[in-house]
């Protein structure tokens, strides 16, 4: 949305394509007091101020998801699930997305399995829930679902028998050397199948939730150079290494991800591109 306003406030005709939702990852965030300005607000709210100025600015939004990319003529062409689109210049402001569990989670997107804590805890107020983690990263997942729900159990792949000495929340059950074999349930999730240390067994729950950390996803890249991690290189003008071809937040490879750091892209990009 920061690149679409600078661009735009240029005269040039913009068009910004969401995949889902204006704002993406800040949408999901509780609590923001780092952002200048405002001392303390909530993503959506953030998000709510952004989208009102673009709005402001009849900046046009089309909601599809690009499929691929040709990124090597002088005009650019995406193709998307519902159109084709064609510019001289393109921003990639895709972000992260969640690492996936790799098991027949898709059968229970929205049946009992989620990506987010903070915005799905309520739905399973007073449940049994599991968190799907590696090497520690469910733990404030973990911590935020024990707010509302009645045991949250934690899967972990790696070795967490250190925390789970040191824990001292009654409601967190940390297990260690876990292997989630696949979800279980007809129509609602029901259960975990897991092996432990060689041992079989299932896990009765309500809900579990991935928690295995974030990616870029590559599928707009188009061929642009990547850091070791899969995150694109890119100038200090957010240049990649295809003329006409910007990245910008935390798609790209940078010290800080923030709201703040993701907005100065998108103003150096808008105002380049």
Do not use: H, W
């Not at 469910?138 to 790696?158: P, Q």
């Not at 003008?237 to 003329?243: G, I």
């Amino acid at each position: 949305m920061s690149a679409a306003i600078y661009a735009k406030r240029r005269g040039k005709n913009v068009v910004l394509i969401e995949k889902l939702a204006l704002g993406g990852q800040v949408n999901t965030i509780p609590k923001i007091e780092n952002f200048p300005s405002i001392s303390t607000t909530d993503g959506i709210s953030l998000v709510q101020k952004f989208s009102k100025q673009v709005e402001g600015l009849s900046i046009e939004i089309v909601y599809d998801t690009i499929q691929k990319v040709d990124y090597v003529s002088q005009v650019k062409t995406l193709f998307g699930q519902k159109d084709k689109y064609k510019a001289n210049s393109v921003i990639i402001a895709t972000g992260l997305s969640y690492i996936e569990l790799g098991k027949n989670e898709n059968d229970y997107v929205g049946k009992g399995l989620s990506y987010c804590a903070v915005c799905d805890a309520n739905f399973f107020k007073g449940e049994k829930v599991c968190v799907a983690s590696k090497n520690g990263s469910g733990l404030k997942e973990a911590v935020v679902l024990s707010e509302v729900c009645e045991k949250v159990t934690v899967l972990d792949s790696g070795d967490m028998s250190i925390y789970a000495q040191v824990n001292k929340n009654p409601k967190i059950e940390v297990l260690s050397n876990v292997e989630i074999e696949k979800l279980i349930g007809k129509d609602l999730l029901t259960g975990v199948e897991i092996v432990q240390n060689g041992e079989k067994q299932i896990i009765s729950c309500k809900g579990l939730f991935v928690a295995l950390g974030k990616k870029p996803d590559q599928t707009v890249f188009g061929g642009v150079k990547v850091d070791q991690n899969g995150f694109i290189i890119t100038d200090e003008n957010m240049r990649t290494s295809m003329k006409g071809v910007f990245a910008v937040g935390d798609v790209r490879s940078k010290v800080l991800k923030q709201v703040v750091t993701a907005c100065s892209d998108g103003a150096i990009a808008g105002q380049l591109a």
